[in-house]
């Protein structure tokens, strides 16, 4: 399923390849002057001049034109391989890669299914797809089957992993069985579980070994990892299309060079924050004890 990608996306990368408008991220050719800066007074260098890209203030630009860098994607690439994924793609903070990627996957005609409780960045992606949107109850295996009869389109389910008000987990597991069998794409945002749960703090999928069976994963930076950003997980394919029509991307200046370089980190001193009794998926890894006890 992940390697698969819905009818609409990849007719939309087609017709793009066809109308020889393709957008690619490019690094900027050394020692070439660039007209297209939003960096205006040149202060993204300010007392970092002698030194090299890695230490300016920002990014002076949108990833798409001058302000994409080395340190930007060898971040990705990083991240992607921390999180046994395809690809990584950057955005600004984790409300930007829940908007981006929700609102330009699913078109009008299509169904998204998410749980009731899930993030307002999560609902703000969907209210701007145009897809119908149906909510079903909390965790709650049962009603997103039954809700799933209403489908029409091509068809989402969006759940956080880790739920941060009640501090459960989604049953991920049943989840992706339920997406295999009607054809649906699985979007998890792992946003509470990045750095607390999983061996290294990988997160949920991973430590339920799903991250081959999900379509597009969220994992952000604002929460465990101590900075701001947020990277979607997922294949090249998608990568592709979010960096053509995923508007808060291709529409911002891009991410610092400076920022999200925690990864990759090791929080295995911090893996078990968790009550298992919160949900009916028994916590991976029940042995671990976080408190020091
Ligand atoms: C589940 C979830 N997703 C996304 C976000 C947004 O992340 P960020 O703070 O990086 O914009 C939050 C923030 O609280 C969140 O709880």
Known sequence: MPGQLPLYIQQKLAEQRKNH?????????????????????????????????AFSHGSGGSRLLSGNFMAAETLEETIAAFHQAPTALLFNSGYDANLGLLSSVAKEGDSIFYDILSHASLRDGIRLSKA????????????????????????????????????????????????????????????HATGVIGHRGH?????????????????????????????????????????????????????????????????????CRHTATQTDQPFPDPGRDCTGQ
């Open 203 to 271: 997160g949920l999928v991973q430590e339920l070994h799903l991250e081959d069976r999900i379509f597009a994963r969220v994992q952000t930076f604002g929460k465990a990892v101590g900075c701001h950003g947020a990277a979607v997980l997922g294949s090249q394919d998608l990568k592709d299309f979010l960096i053509n029509f995923s508007r808060p991307l291709i529409y911002t200046t891009g991410y610092g060079c400076g920022t999200g370089t925690a990864y990759p980190f090791d929080s295995t001193h911090a893996v």
């Open 21 to 53: 408008a393709f957008r690619r991220l490019h690094l900027p050719e050394a020692g070439s002057i660039d007209f297209t800066s939003n960096d205006y007074l040149g202060l993204s260098r300010v007392g970092w001049a002698e030194h090299s890209e």
């Open 132 to 191: 119908e949107a149906f909510p079903f109850l909390h965790n709650d295996i049962e009603d997103l089957r039954r809700r799933l009869a209403q489908a029409k389109g091509s068809i989402f389910v969006v759940t956080e992993s880790l739920f941060s008000m009640d501090g459960d987990l989604a049953p991920l597991a049943e989840m992706v069985r339920i997406c295999e069998e009607t054809g649906a794409y699985l979007i998890v945002d792992e946003a």
